[in-house]
């Protein structure tokens, strides 16, 4: 069966300081990869998603990028991080485009 | 920008009452779906339904969806503790699963 793997749960980082959240899937091959940030007590913003090894779309412009090194790794980076940055940051996947999202358990940031 | 609201943002009802939520949305879409948050998890999908299908069923689940009127409903039925928690409904218009959602309908459901 699939999995998705996200961590850390939790993450509090000094403005100014790096990121590097990792995501991981398993039991499945060639995943769309997405990446959301969720605001307290708002909806889902899509940040970056990935349909294949290196092929990364940026939804907003921001401070934070997106890698995909490895066919089920998908990586959200910062050099620098901003107090705008904080968020409930979360994984998904799915095998099928147009087909349902599946959520990883989500990584609460703050920037303090 | 947002493309699904739900409506209302909060709902609080007894158990086994039912429970309806409504999202509208503002673009045409390939499919419309709903999606359940407890607090501080992740999302787990309810149910999808494609733009070409005008309700749909699953368990306790009952969604519509019209087109014409750029609007989806979400039905629980016979609701249970359990069920309290977050509801998001989201499209998609690019037929990439970049899905667009809505700010949530938090659901209250006291024993």
């Known amino acids: 069966s699939q999995t998705i793997h996200q961590w850390p749960a939790t993450l509090v980082q000094p403005v100014g300081s790096p990121l590097s959240l990792e995501c991981t899937v398993e039991?499945?091959?060639?995943?769309?990869l997405y990446w959301y940030r969720q605001a307290a007590g708002r909806g889902l913003q899509l940040l970056f998603y990935s349909v294949g090894i290196g092929q990364i779309s940026s939804e907003v412009p921001q401070n934070l990028s997106a890698s995909r090194p490895q066919d089920r790794q998908f990586i959200l980076s910062s050099k620098k991080l901003l107090l705008s940055d904080s968020g409930f940051y979360l994984c998904a996947w799915t095998p099928e485009p147009s087909g349902k999202l599946f959520f990883g358990s989500g990584t609460q940031l703050s920037v303090l | 920008s947002q493309q699904g609201e739900e409506d209302p943002q909060a709902l609080s009802i007894q158990e086994g009452e039912n429970a309806t939520m409504n999202c509208s949305y503002k673009t045409s879409i390939n499919n419309l779906q709903w999606y359940r948050q407890n607090s501080g998890r992740g999302l787990v999908h309810l149910i999808l339904?494609?733009?070409?299908?005008r309700e749909k069923h699953s368990g306790r689940l009952r969604v519509t969806l019209d087109t014409s009127k750029k609007s989806s409903s979400l039905l629980i039925t016979a609701s249970r503790a359990a069920d309290t928690a977050s509801y998001f409904c989201a499209t998609d218009q690019s037929g990439y699963s970049t899905l667009t959602f809505g700010k949530g309908t938090m659901l209250l459901v006291s024993p």
């Open positions: 039991g499945t091959s060639n995943p769309n």
């Open positions: 339904i494609r733009s070409n299908e």
